[in-house]
């Protein structure tokens, strides 16, 4: 078995997953690879949603009777440990949403209706980059054709990082808002914060970072990024589906107008007008995903368990060690950085001329599972002249012998088709 310095126990961790014992074509066993598109869901996670729906199932907020009273403080201790665990000033600034695509769209649609300063209209420019996930770009194209927004984008450079070297052409005194993504979702890239945010800075421009790629695998510390709103989903860092984040720096949520109106985000309503909650309820409309929520609460107390810092270093081996194994066969080609450096836990290549569905369906008949197709990122595609690529992406039950795996898959893809 390969060792490699910095793993987690990843053999013991496994077993908190129960998906991964698995066997599937003729008893082969799950070689899982597509942890950038949903993570897989431990044990305690399954338990906490479980138990709430046993034990504590009822709405929120405003009943009086024990089952909502205790949902309430379930789904507020939930926010309390999102806070906790991205470093927020204030629990106040986490608003929960079904995913982060919708955390996205929160936030550019508040631009597209806000008041000075903050309005996004036809006098001002809107920046994101060409290797966002669609999630990152349809946004700002709809917000752009509403208001008619400039819509600008850094471009990306052969070794697949962003070309920032005419940062001051694209963020300039008329930006409203730079919107990025942190590790890209196809790439694997990390890229450069601190460049991009302080330029935003010089113009008064906010900034709204995509960390859905980011916080399963990293410390995500929102104070330390300086940005203006932070997005990530639940789905990806072992938790349920149905349930994202957005975070906001208070003031902000204070000034911007609302996103969607109903239930619970109301202060008083008569039938001429309303007023708004206070942050962060202004922003979470009608019955929120309350057993989802709960759910990654107990992911977040699962991946603490564990540190962050600890995943950090396993996915670094492990995809320092994938990079160093798939360089070796023939033909292969990663689209994007080809070192382990300044690099997320997700590869994507091509190899040779077989197409990428062809590469993960045999792949599929071996038990291994990756993705394929443009990854909700076409644009990154079309840059590179591809059709589209297979991706291997890891995570904290990652393993050497899974990678092996992987490559002897990819020379029986090679050999299957000649």
């Given at each position: ?15 908190d997953?129960?998906?991964?014992e698995?066997?599937l ?36 907020h ?93 471009g990306?450079?052969d ?101 969607l ?5 109301i ?17 979470e409309?009608?019955?929120?995903p ?47 950085p ?81």
């Amino acid at each position: 078995m390969t060792q490699l310095p910095g793993l987690l126990d990843a053999e013991a961790l496994r077993k908190d997953f129960p998906i991964l014992e698995r066997s599937l074509h003729d008893g082969k066993k799950l070689v899982y690879l597509d942890n950038a598109a949903t993570s897989q869901t431990p044990r305690q996670v399954i338990d906490a949603v479980s138990e709430y729906y046993e034990q504590h199932n009822a709405n929120v907020h405003r009943g009086v009777h024990v089952l909502a009273e205790e949902a309430t403080a379930l789904y507020e201790g939930a926010r309390d440990k999102v806070a906790a665990f991205i470093n927020a000033p204030s629990r106040d600034e986490v608003i929960f949403t079904k995913n982060a695509s919708e955390s996205l769209n929160l936030v550019a649609n508040m631009l597209g209706w806000a008041d000075e300063p903050y309005r996004v209209d036809h006098e001002t420019e809107i920046v994101i980059t060409e290797m966002e996930h669609h999630s990152n770009i349809v946004p700002w194209q709809l917000l752009s054709q509403r208001t008619g927004a400039k819509l600008k984008w850094f471009g990306l450079t052969d070794d697949g990082r962003l070309d920032l070297s005419n940062i001051d052409e694209v963020i300039t005194e008329k930006t409203k808002i730079v919107s990025f993504v942190l590790v890209s979702n196809i790439l694997g890239t990390v890229n450069p914060v601190e460049a991009i945010v302080r330029r935003a800075q010089e113009v008064g421009a906010l900034v709204l970072i995509d960390a859905s790629q980011a916080a399963p695998h990293m410390p995500l510390d929102v104070q330390a990024l300086q940005a203006d709103f932070v997005a990530f989903t639940g789905h990806k860092m072992c938790g349920p589906t149905g349930i994202g984040v957005l975070w906001g720096r208070q003031e902000l949520l204070e000034d911007l107008p609302p996103f969607l109106g109903g239930g619970e985000m109301i202060e008083t309503v008569s039938m001429h007008s309303s007023t708004y909650a206070p942050a962060p309820h202004k922003f979470e409309a009608g019955t929120p995903p309350i057993a989802q929520a709960v759910g990654l609460g107990a992911a977040v107390d699962y991946l603490t368990a564990i540190g962050m810092d600890k995943i950090e270093q396993h996915e670094h081996a492990i995809t320092e060690y994938a990079v160093k194994r798939l360089l070796e066969v023939p033909d292969l080609r990663i689209i994007g950085p080809s070192t382990a450096e300044d690099r997320g836990a997700a590869i994507s290549f091509t190899l040779g001329d077989i197409h990428p569905h062809d590469v993960g369906q045999v792949l599929d008949e071996q038990g291994i599972a990756v993705r394929v197709g443009h990854h909700c990122a076409r644009p990154v595609c079309l840059r590179y002249g591809i059709p589209a690529t297979t991706r291997a992406s890891f995570y904290l039950y990652s393993t050497p012998g899974e990678i092996d795996a992987l490559v002897d898959g990819l020379e029986h893809v090679r050999n299957f088709f000649g």
